[in-house]
């Protein structure tokens, strides 16, 4: 039977995970529902039927099955499904009390800590991917690459061409780059005529 410092310091990290770090970083009103759902069902759950025995399989099992069921219902980003799983660890950790509490809050504390760095806006603030399609169909690489610094105003580290139209001479391409220096940055595409179709930022 898991300590009740345990199950607060569940509902203390959960709510600072989804409250304090998540909304104000995606705003996304349906993820705060499934968050605090599924922690607090995973708590309570673990909580009920968790034992020094069983508390181990219980917490593997609970885990695949509802990574499972959650990721298999809908596209989450990869930010998103980071914090799913913070969620869902913190249930465990609180409700299978199979840790001291010292250890068991420490736990808590490092899951919060890691997603409030890994998430940071700060943290490779210039790098960003995006699917990009071109009305134009590249056959060469390298002058893929640079007329994508110079539609982007970034530094392109990796291309991966989707698909290439000959036919309706259109490249769609998904790009990883960071952008440059304001100074540094060329002329905006928009007035430099630079043909773009489509850019869905990932």
Do not use: K
């Amino acid at each position: 039977m898991p300590d009740l410092t345990l199950l607060a310091a569940d509902l203390v990290a959960v709510v600072v995970l989804t409250f304090a770090l998540y909304v104000p970083r995606h705003r996304r009103r349906d993820l705060v529902v499934a968050y605090l759902g599924v922690n607090v069902g995973v708590l309570a759950v673990s909580a009920a039927l968790g034992s020094g025995t069983v508390g181990a399989g219980l917490g593997l099992g609970l885990f695949g099955v509802l990574s499972i069921i959650r990721l298999r219902s809908t596209e989450l980003a990869q930010s998103e499904v980071a914090y799913y799983f913070s969620a869902l660890a913190l249930g465990l950790v609180g409700g299978l009390g199979v840790t001291s509490v010292p250890l068991g809050v420490g736990l808590m504390a490092l899951v919060v800590a890691v997603m409030a760095v890994g998430d940071s806006p700060r943290l490779l603030r210039r790098y960003r991917s995006q699917t990009v399609v071109l009305d134009r169909a590249f056959t060469s690489e390298a002058a893929l690459v640079a007329h994508l610094e110079e539609l982007l105003g970034a530094r392109v580290h990796a291309v991966d061409v989707q698909r290439l139209d000959l036919v309706n001479d259109t490249t769609w391409v998904e790009v990883r780059y960071s952008l440059l220096d304001s100074a540094r940055r060329p002329a905006d595409a928009a007035s430099a005529g630079a043909p773009v179709l489509a850019g869905v930022a990932r």
